[in-house]
Nanobody
Framework: QVQLVESGGGLVQAGGSLRLSCAAS????????MGWFRQAPGKEREFVAA????????RYADSVKGRFTISRDNAKNTLYLQMNSLKPEDTAVYYC???????????????????WGQGTQVTVSS
């Protein structure tokens, strides 16, 4: 099973930027579809962004489109989320997740993300 460790969260003022990283184990990382999710207080966990193993076929939630960028460096087994123009409503625990089967882009089901990291806190002050 793939192990995922998020980092890069912290406190930032509205309008600022953060870059989250997700370090993954496994020699087959380049085959994994990867995604970012977040959970704010009082809300359900929600989809943020995803990409295929090559870093393509990128999808974003409407709430972050144009502000966030997902990318990956397969040589380093690392997934990134660049977050710009941050808003207080972006405050949440951010999780990375892996779909080793590559099924998400076939089924469209978030259930295919079966491996999860522990999360990293992002707090945006106004």
């Amino acid at each position: 099973q793939v192990q995922l460790v998020e980092s890069g969260g912290g406190l930032v003022q509205a309008g600022g930027s953060l870059r989250l990283s997700c370090a993954a184990s496994g020699r087959t990382f380049s085959y994994y579809t990867m995604g970012w999710f977040r959970q704010a207080p009082g809300k359900e966990r929600e989809f943020v962004a995803a990409c295929t193993g090559s870093g393509g076929n990128i999808r974003y939630a409407d709430s972050v489109k144009g502000r966030f960028t997902i990318s990956r460096d397969n040589a380093k087994n690392t997934l990134y989320l660049q977050m710009n123009s941050l808003k207080p409503e972006d405050t949440a625990v951010y999780y990375c997740a892996a779909d080793p089967s590559g099924s998400y882009y076939v089924t469209g089901s978030l259930h295919d993300f079966g491996s999860w990291g522990q999360g990293t806190q992002v707090t945006v002050s106004s």
